[in-house]
């Protein structure tokens, strides 16, 4: 007679507090257990299923994808029982969404306001930071969805572009420039420029190109954002060489923007977990961002799967 393999709910428990803290001390404070039972129950639910659900990693237990699939078959029954235990009164959805100061300000300002007056059950929570700060919050479930211009590999975190731009020339008005269709780099040579601040990968790439053109622009002033630099750029103070989404929405009318003739290009990106599944409210929200934001001449539309 063939032996029946019983569910275990402490095991599963454990399971899902290691796929979220990432550590068995984590895991653990979660749990209220010691870290050698949620090590015990890791290994009893390994040996009952036959799956090898996580490898060490710099520290860290990396969840393999046998237990990604398997934390995920296991919402329904986390869903059940929050609904047994959990308080009677309906709880508003809510998305907790991080950003750098380019795009929480004014971009997501806007897009969070029609959101929630199409979805007025759902809540939204933003938080603005650094991109760097952004990564760590999603790896820690601190938020469920971040938005960056910042291209940065980094495991238990997926990205996915959602549009693309080259790099544009910003000036006044008034500028010399402003009669050309597009600005070279050798048009900056000995031109006043507000360049983002050294710590930025940015700034040493577009120093690069200054280089190969063989010009020296004059650096007038550094600034940690582009709509800094735009902003100084609109008070007559010099150049900027910026990524003109989502700036060009909200300057353009004060503004000169032309491209910038060089290979700088640049792409925003939603960035999530790889570990947990993506709520339903971060799922709506991308699909909002996705129909809602107003088209340009300088950036374009990356497909989903793109």
């Given amino acids: 007679m063939t032996r029946k393999s019983w ?16 550590t068995a001390t984590a895991a653990a404070e979660r749990l209220g257990l010691s870290q050698s039972a949620v090590s015990r129950s890791i290994g009893s639910l390994e040996a009952r299923t036959g799956l090898t659900l996580f490898e060490r990693e710099a520290g860290r237990l990396r ?26 009164k309906p709880i508003r ?4 969404l991080i950003a750098p100061p380019t795009y929480a300000h004014r971009f997501l300002v806007s897009q969070i306001a029609s959101f929630l007056a199409i979805n007025p059950h759902f809540f939204v929570s933003l938080e603005v930071s650094t991109s760097d700060e952004i990564f760590r919050a999603i790896l820690e479930d601190r938020f469920d969805l971040g938005l960056t211009g910042v ?84 008070e007559g103070l010099g150049l900027a060489v910026v990524n ?15 491209r ?3 290979p700088m290009e640049y792409r925003s990106y939603f960035v999530m977990s790889d570990q947990r599944p993506l709520p339903r409210i971060a ?21 989903a799967n793109g």
Avoid: W
């Avoid at 569910?7 to 990432?22: D, I």
């Fill in 151 to 234: 291209e940065f590999a980094r495991i238990g975190v997926k990205m996915q572009a959602f549009r693309v731009s080259s790099a544009v020339c910003v000036m006044a008005a008034d500028h010399p420039l402003a009669a050309q269709s597009e600005v070279h780099p050798v048009d900056l040579h000995d031109q006043p420029l507000i360049p983002l601040a050294p710590r930025h990968a940015r700034r040493t790439q577009l120093e690069k190109i200054f280089n190969q053109a063989r010009c020296k622009p004059r650096i007038v002033a550094e600034v940690s954002t582009s709509f800094a630099a735009v902003d100084l750029a609109k």
């Fill in 63 to 88: 969840p393999t994808e046998e237990a990604v699939r398997l934390n995920l078959r296991l919402d329904p029954l986390f869903e059940a029982l929050d609904q047994i235990d959990g308080p009677k």
């Fill in 93 to 96: 959805e809510t998305l907790r």
């Fill in 283 to 303: 799922r709506a929200f991308i699909r909002h961002i996705r129909l809602h934001t107003p088209s340009d001449p300088h950036s374009k539309r990356v497909a």
């Fill in 244 to 258: 003109p989404f989502p700036v060009y929405h909200y300057r353009s009318d004060d503004l000169v923007f032309r």
């Fill in 7 to 22: 569910h275990s709910l402490p095991e599963y428990q454990a399971l899902r507090a290691l796929m979220q803290g990432g």
């Fill in 260 to 262: 910038f003739a060089s």
